[in-house]
């Protein structure tokens, strides 16, 4: 199967079944934004300055606390750095899951300092530490809101056969046992600092869920909290489906889908998951583009000054030589 997709008309069913993919997912969601009414959602969209600032402050979240994890692992400039890390985003979102860790490697392998098996082993480690402190919080998250009684899961996908959720709770014990026996064969640094990057992306997680639900909030004040609670869960959940195309339409439509059920209104809540996704696509192309030119810019302005400092020391030798033979 991967020679097979590895081959030319591997790749070209893959694209064909990945463009299938995100037009049904666009579709599906088109219809569910037109059955609540295309007019009532654009007349809903957010008005409050604060839904924009949390917006934004969401969006650099990620970037800004792996600029502190990965400027310590490898005494990267600060600048570039976050540059990349912002192109990582984009890639991760706009591309395919795990993407941007491919490309955050390949520039660190290029650091000073900084050989294959160390760019490879920070990546690797932050990532891992990444997916057990969001699988972490998910699961205290829900269990919660459940038990606060917050989530109204069972109006949703009706009540639920007790076998599953034994065969779900074991499934999830097992891999952490695994995970367990075999860390360190799985993880490049020690315990210690696994622990850090694990402490620092719960901290991160805590922090994004919170803005999360104050974004909604300050559109929706009246809404009761087990609303943003309910779409919160649903959200996380579907968001964490790895290597899904247009990852964040499926969710929106995921969402969308859940809210015929609570006690808010839908066009105001497609209103302001349809204006999230607009600017963060538009932060997306704008960013990526922007921060590419600059590090474009610069590694043309450095091979220039690398190049204008060869002549002058070519020049400089030849005018000594020059003065030698005159002496």
Not at 14 to 34: D, F, K, N, S, Y
């Amino acid at each position: 199967m991967q020679l097979y997709a590895s081959s030319p008309r591997g790749r070209t069913v893959v694209r064909a079944l990945r463009l299938i993919l995100v037009v049904g997912i666009l579709a599906v969601l088109v219809l569910q934004v037109g059955s609540i009414g295309w007019r009532s959602v654009l007349t809903s969209l957010p008005t409050t300055p604060w839904f924009y600032v949390l917006v934004l402050t969401m969006y650099f979240l990620l970037p800004s606390f792996e600029l502190g994890i990965y400027r310590r692992m490898w005494r990267a400039p600060l600048a570039p750095l976050l540059r990349v890390l912002i192109r990582k985003r984009v890639l991760n979102n706009e591309v395919v899951g795990y993407s941007g860790e491919v490309y955050l490697y390949s520039w660190g392998r290029k650091l000073a300092g900084v050989d294959d098996a160390k760019s490879f082993a920070a990546v690797k480690d932050n990532a891992i530490a990444s997916s057990l402190a969001s699988n972490t919080i998910l699961v205290i998250l829900v269990t919660g809101f459940v038990l606060a009684g917050k989530v109204v899961l069972v109006d949703v996908i009706g009540p639920q056969n007790p076998i599953a959720i034994v065969v779900a709770i074991a499934g999830v014990a097992i891999l952490a046992a695994t995970f367990v026996r075999f860390r360190r064969s799985i993880l490049s640094h020690s315990a210690r600092v696994v622990g850090i990057l694990f402490g620092v992306h719960c901290l991160r997680f805590v922090v994004m869920y919170g803005l999360q639900i104050l974004q909604w909030w300050v559109v929706l004040p009246d809404a009761p909290l087990s609303v943003w609670a309910t779409m919160l869960v649903v959200g996380t959940l579907t968001n964490r489906i790895p290597f899904l195309p247009a990852r964040d339409m499926f969710t929106i439509g995921a969402m969308l889908g859940v809210s015929g059920f609570l006690d808010a209104s839908q066009a105001v809540v497609a209103g302001m998951l349809v204006t999230k996704s607009a600017i963060d696509k538009t932060l997306n192309a704008g960013l990526f583009a922007t921060t590419a030119w600059i590090d474009r810019r610069g590694s043309v302005e450095a091979e220039d000054l690398t190049t204008a400092a060869d002549e002058f020391s070519a020049i400089e030798a030849e005018e000594s030589e020059t003065a030698k033979m005159y002496t």
